[in-house]
């Protein structure tokens, strides 16, 4: 799945602009599938050119004109298409986890300001996902609800994973020698470059 698709699905729910489908994929995607105006609006463009959606345009006083978007038939023959042959991988790409692969190499106190910012952004997802959940009512669509319990529990798990297996981490790197001689190599750096 690809934003454009993204943007046929949500679509086919409501017509839309494109600052109400960056809004839809803040509030619903955010934790798995996040987009910006920058790929939002070309992906809006490019359906709209291929007539799998049409555009409105709202006049606005001192503003440019409001582009309301609303999927055409074509688009939703697209949409279910895709649905039915696609097939969907579970990428993930994590700085967080690229980072504490070389947790040997950094100072204890830089690791664990990593790990205490990583459970708070996880928490943070937890307590969004749990805003989105209360605000459906009884006729929420399945999906999202089993999208939304996904996301809180591979966020509760990984916030549970890190806080259990934090201090063996940390003891780890602080034994690590590697962290001395990379402070030295730093510190000669820093030398240097103020002699300069």
């Not at 799998?52 to 055409?72: F, H």
């Not at 966020?155 to 806080?163: C, D, L, R």
Request: charged share 30%; glycine share 6%.
């Amino acid at each position: 799945m690809d934003v454009k698709t993204l943007c046929l699905g949500l679509l086919s729910i409501n017509e839309a602009c494109g600052y109400d489908l960056k809004k839809e994929f803040g509030a619903i995607f955010k934790h798995f599938y996040p987009a910006g105006y920058g790929s939002i609006y070309p992906a809006l463009a490019d359906l709209e050119k291929r007539e799998l959606v049409n555009c409105r345009e709202i006049p606005q006083d001192g503003k440019p004109d409001r582009k309301i978007y609303r999927i055409t038939d074509e688009g939703r023959k697209y949409f279910t298409s895709a649905l039915h042959q696609s097939n969907p991988q579970h990428k993930m790409r994590s700085e967080f986890l690229a980072m504490l692969y070389f947790a040997d190499r950094m100072e204890p106190e830089r690791l664990s300001a990593l790990l205490d910012e990583r459970v708070e952004q996880l928490r943070g997802a937890i307590v969004h996902i749990d805003q989105i959940e209360k605000g459906w009512d009884a006729d929420a669509p399945a999906g999202a609800r089993f999208v939304a319990g996904f996301g809180a529990a591979i966020a509760q798990a990984a916030t549970e994973y890190i806080e259990s297996n934090r201090n063996s981490l940390l003891n780890s790197t602080k034994k690590s020698p590697k962290i001395s001689r990379a402070r030295k190599l730093a510190e000669k750096t820093a030398s240097v470059e103020t002699r300069a």
